[in-house]
């Protein structure tokens, strides 16, 4: 299978924070156009990719389209710009970062913060906080309004690049999610699924697993999949016992996070499928974060078999995320072949 980077880049560079998820849906929508036999968007703004099965049970899978961004609050005397968090950020990770204020039009910025040059030694002792920093868009107030207000969404700036067999870029967590989903949703097209497919594309999982619990309402899956990054801390300074995941060692089947305990049956069908199918994989667990698995999982009467499949990714909430190419390909293989292979399994509690 070829790796389309072109667009993997495209999902990933196109904006879309929580609750803004405009324009990474307008992609979603016409990419998945051709695959499935039925799209919805529900009034939260969830893209549903339907593709009917043999038999009525439902398979219900997850990917975030949103990523961790920024919300504007206030627009100063001097035209500087203050911001509210939208998703979880490590305050250090602010410093020297271009972002894009998505106003009337969008506008570059930068995250300034009091100089070193300048701060006492108690100060530069102090971890710092998101609230020290400022977006400065080089105008005047008066400038500024014109295209900014309050409730605007920001973005962070950075494009996609490729380094060794990485790719890397801000918000692969979760475009890479997004991207497996199209790709398996190709891999899916004139082919017979045994249960119907609910490949949703959701909102607002940086903020609560809002959009995924909404839509396993919606839905009542009897599966359930979802797609997110994980950490690989396969770094220099890491203990074996806080490595998590690695990169190139294949995608992850999750074990556990903090909001899920995957159903044991599906974590067995699921590498069972992978040694069928001779894909790489190592086995996740998470002990802080969650997924939208925890919205599959639990949000519906007597819930979801339900599991996960983890890209590893180094640098997560950062701009910097790097994941593996074979990783990625992998986890496209492996989504495709359970959602083939799903109703061969004996699901009885044993």
């Not at 911001?83 to 490590?90: A, I, N, P, R, S």
């Not at 530069?124 to 005047?140: Q, Y």
């Not at 490949?199 to 979802?226: C, H, M, S, W, Y």
């Not at 074990?255 to 049956?265: K, P």
Request: net charge neutral; aromatic share 6%; proline share 4%.
């Amino acid at each position: 299978m070829k790796f389309n980077t072109k667009l993997l880049k495209e999902i990933a560079e196109t904006p879309g924070a929580p609750g803004h998820e405009q324009r990474i849906r307008e992609v979603v929508l016409r990419e998945i156009k051709p695959l499935v036999d039925e799209i919805t968007i529900d009034n939260m703004g969830n893209v549903y990719a339907i593709k009917k099965g043999k038999q009525k049970k439902k398979v219900m899978i997850g990917a975030h389209m949103d990523e961790i961004g920024f919300i504007v609050t206030h627009i100063d005397d001097k035209g500087f710009v203050r911001f509210h968090t939208l998703g979880g950020f490590d305050p250090k990770t602010l410093t020297a970062q271009r972002v894009i204020i998505h106003g009337k039009k969008d506008v570059i910025g930068v995250m300034g913060s009091k100089p070193i040059h300048v701060m006492s030694v108690e100060e530069r002792a102090k971890l710092p906080k998101t609230t020290d920093f400022f977006i400065d868009l080089g105008m005047s107030k008066k400038e500024v309004e014109k295209i900014v207000q309050v409730g605007d969404p920001i973005t962070r700036e950075r494009g996609l690049i490729e380094m060794g067999n990485c790719v890397n870029c801000k918000s692969l967590d979760n475009r890479l999610a997004v991207f497996i989903l199209i790709e398996t949703l190709k891999n899916l097209k004139g082919k017979n699924v045994p249960f119907d497919v609910y490949g949703v594309f959701t909102v607002q999982e940086e903020v609560g697993i809002r959009g995924a619990n909404v839509a396993a309402l919606e839905i009542k899956p009897d599966f359930g999949f979802g797609l997110d990054t994980t950490i690989a801390f396969d770094v220099p300074g890491a203990k074996p016992e806080e490595v998590i995941t690695s990169l190139g060692e294949g995608t992850a089947i999750k074990i556990m996070d903090s909001s899920t305990i995957c159903d044991y049956r599906m974590i067995r069908f699921m590498e069972e499928t992978a040694k069928k199918h001779k894909i790489k994989y190592q086995k996740e667990i998470l002990t802080a974060g969650g997924t939208d698995t925890a919205g599959i999982q639990r949000m519906s009467p007597g819930g979801a078999i339900a599991g996960a499949i983890s890209i590893p990714t180094r640098h997560i909430h950062q701009v910097i995320e790097m994941a593996d190419k074979n990783d990625i390909l992998d986890s496209i293989n492996l989504l495709t072949h359970c959602l083939l292979d799903i109703n061969s399994y004996d699901w009885k509690f044993k």
